[in-house]
């Protein structure tokens, strides 16, 4: 299971650089902060019992996160029109 963390911090770095060149850098910070956390998690050799949990907590503050962020505090748009 700590491959598997490893592996995900390695996609949420791609995904980091590829906001940063898109000129995203909040959203790159964002991508960076989760790297290192998975990374970090990956090198902690907990029990997979553990990295299941500590998975689904992560997925519970994302989905939370995320509705609370679309239903309250976004403004949609199109392009760059604000």
Do not use: C
């Amino acid at each position: 299971m700590d491959k598997v963390f490893k592996m995900i911090g390695f996609w949420t770095a791609m995904f980091a650089i590829l906001f940063y060149i898109g000129d995203m850098v909040t959203m790159s910070l964002f991508f960076v902060a989760q790297t290192g956390l998975f990374v970090l998690l990956g090198y902690m050799k907990l029990s997979e019992r553990m990295y299941m949990y500590v998975f689904a907590a992560y997925l519970i503050f994302f989905f939370v996160g995320f509705t609370y962020y679309t239903t309250f505090l976004l403004e949609p748009s199109f392009g760059n029109e604000h």
